[in-house]
């Protein structure tokens, strides 16, 4: 027999074997990478309730066939993000959301290093050719008006300059247009930093339509 046919076969088998164990690709299929802390970690709480199955599972009730891989590090800087970014652009993931700068903010971190680090993750998202939703950090007053301006700026400036969707804040599905801090204490865990279940729910229900928005765009560029 040829072994231009032998192979042939060998493909056909492998197909088959493939399908019947559920293991065929999906071509249409879209991988997002949530790169972030402890919030896209889901940190104190069941898997289940945590932001990226919550995510995932908003997504697909609205037909998204999509898979939203948990790349989370409870504790993680910018720079830690900066540091891992490039194994978490494996070449099965289309597109990522970075959510980072919650801990800079909480240990002082210079703002200028924060940009440079976001900008490294951003920088290597375009090499890679992935799509990116950045997710933006407010300051807290405490480090003076000149710090705050410089932090809230670094976000909506980096997204201009990569062209990447954005979403103002992680927790604005919580806070809404007031930020009423009692209000939003009772979607909280305890520690008053991470949300509870029902609050990780009011997130996803704001950052959700965004990320389908990436999505769609990732599906109009197979």
Do not use: C
């Not at 950045?134 to 003076?144: E, H, R, S």
């Amino acid at each position: 027999m040829a072994y231009g046919v032998i192979d042939g076969m060998r493909k056909v088998l492998a197909g088959i074997v493939l399908s019947i164990f559920g293991f065929a690709a999906n071509a249409g299929q879209v991988t997002i990478a949530a790169l972030g802390d402890s919030l896209t970690q889901g940190y104190g709480l069941l898997q289940q309730d945590g932001f990226v199955p919550q995510l995932q599972g908003w997504l697909r009730a609205r037909g998204a066939d999509v898979t939203v891989i948990n790349a989370g590090v409870s504790g993680d800087t910018t720079a830690g993000g900066a540091a891992r970014v490039a194994w978490t652009l494996t070449p099965e993931v289309d597109g990522m959301i970075v959510a980072l700068g919650g801990n800079d903010l909480l240990r002082g971190i210079a703002p200028e290093v924060s940009r440079g680090n976001l900008d490294r993750i951003l920088a290597a998202a375009s090499q890679a050719d992935v799509d990116v939703l950045l997710v933006g950090m407010q300051a807290p007053g405490n480090y003076g008006p000149e710090y705050k301006a410089a932090f809230d700026a670094i976000y909506p400036e980096l997204a201009a300059e990569y062209g990447t969707l954005y979403e103002e804040s992680f927790f604005a599905g919580i806070a809404g247009d007031t930020a009423d801090p009692a209000e939003m204490r009772k979607f909280m865990q305890d520690d008053g930093i991470h949300p509870a279940p029902e609050g990780v729910r009011m997130i996803v229900g704001v950052i959700g339509p965004r990320v389908l928005e990436l999505v769609r765009q990732i599906e109009a560029a197979q």
